[in-house]
C-alpha cells in the first residue's frame, strides 16, 4: 500500500511541474502526454529509488514522453521545468521543520497538496505579469462576421473580463453598439437598445427569427449590481488569420469607457488563445 501511495503522490507532483512548463512556457502539449510522463517518471522513481541515476533517468524520461511533440520546444521544457522544481523544492525545504513529528505519509501527501498549490498560484501571477507587461499588444486589429456581414473592428484584450455565457461557458466580449450598427439586421439592433430584462418576458419582445443566435448572460456592473444582458453568437471572428473561439457579443453604449480608443474588449482569455497559436 505504501508503494501505491508513493507512485501516486510522486505522479501528482510530476504532472503539477509538467503542467506549469506546459503552461507558461505556452507549449500547450495535450494532458494524456503529461500524464503518462509523470506516471511513468513516478513509477520509476519508487521502484529504484536507491539509485542516484535514477533522478537524472526519470527527469530526461518525463520530459521526453511529455514533450515528444513539441520537440522545437524541448529546451524551453527543460529549463521551465527546472525552475518549477526548484520553486516546488524551495518550498518544501521551508515547511518541512512544521511536519518533523508527523508520520511518512501524512507529510508527503501535504508536500504534494502544497507544492501543487504554490505552483497553481506561482503559475496564475505569471500570467497576469504577461498580460500587465504587454499590454499594448493587447489593442489588435480585428475582423468579425455576424449574421452574414462582415466588419473590421479594432479592440482591446481586457484583463479583468471573466464573464462567459453560463450554460456553453463559452467567452463573452463587449462592443460598442455604435459600430455594430450597420451589420446587425435594423429590427433586431433596435429591439436590443430597447429591450430591458424582465424575467417575466425574457427575449419574448425580441424578433424571433434571431432567438436562435441569442441568450440571457448574467454580469456585474462595476456597482456590483447583478443584471442580465443579450449575447449574440458570432459567425466568425479572426485576428490575424487566427479564428477566436466561439462565444457572444454583447453591445454596449460605454465606448467612451474602452482603453485606447478601442471599439471593443474581448475576454481576458483571447490573450491566451492568440498567444498559444502564436507559439504553437
Request: include cysteine; aromatic fraction near 12%.
Amino acid at each position: 500500500m505504501y508503494a501505491e501511495v508513493m507512485i501516486a503522490t510522486n505522479t501528482f507532483f510530476n504532472y503539477t511541474v509538467l503542467a506549469f512548463a506546459n503552461k507558461i512556457g505556452w507549449i500547450e502539449n495535450k494532458k494524456r502526454y503529461l500524464f503518462l510522463s509523470a506516471f511513468t517518471a513516478g513509477v520509476i522513481t519508487v521502484t529504484f529509488s536507491h539509485q542516484i541515476i535514477t533522478v537524472f533517468l526519470s527527469f530526461f524520461l518525463m520530459i521526453g514522453i511529455a514533450f515528444w511533440r513539441k520537440r522545437t520546444q524541448i529546451v524551453k521544457a527543460i529549463s521551465l521545468t527546472l525552475l518549477a522544481s526548484l520553486f516546488a523544492g524551495g518550498l518544501l525545504t521551508a515547511i518541512a521543520p512544521l511536519y518533523s513529528r508527523s508520520s511518512n505519509l501524512f507529510m508527503i501527501v501535504n508536500f504534494a497538496l502544497i507544492v501543487t498549490g504554490g505552483l497553481y498560484f506561482l503559475t496564475k501571477h505569471v500570467l497576469q505579469i504577461h498580460i500587465a507587461h504587454s499590454e499594448r499588444e493587447l489593442l489588435l486589429t480585428s475582423n468579425l462576421m455576424l449574421f452574414g456581414q462582415t466588419k473590421e473592428l479594432t479592440l482591446f484584450i481586457d484583463s479583468g473580463n471573466v464573464c462567459k455565457e453560463p450554460l456553453s461557458n463559452d467567452p463573452v466580449h463587449f462592443v460598442a453598439a455604435e459600430v455594430l450598427q450597420d451589420i446587425i439586421p435594423d429590427s433586431l439592433f433596435q429591439a436590443l437598445c430597447d429591450w430591458k430584462f424582465d424575467k417575466r418576458v425574457g427575449l419574448d419582445n425580441l424578433p424571433i427569427e434571431y432567438s436562435s443566435k441569442l441568450r440571457l448572460i448574467p454580469i456585474s456592473t462595476i456597482q456590483q449590481e447583478k443584471t442580465w444582458v443579450i449575447g449574440m453568437k458570432y459567425d466568425r471572428w479572426t485576428i490575424k488569420e487566427q479564428e477566436l473561439p466561439k462565444g457572444y457579443i454583447v453591445m454596449t453604449k460605454l465606448r467612451d469607457k474602452f482603453p485606447h480608443g478601442a471599439e471593443g474588449i474581448l475576454h481576458s482569455s483571447s490573450y491566451y488563445h492568440l498567444k498559444k497559436r502564436s507559439v504553437g
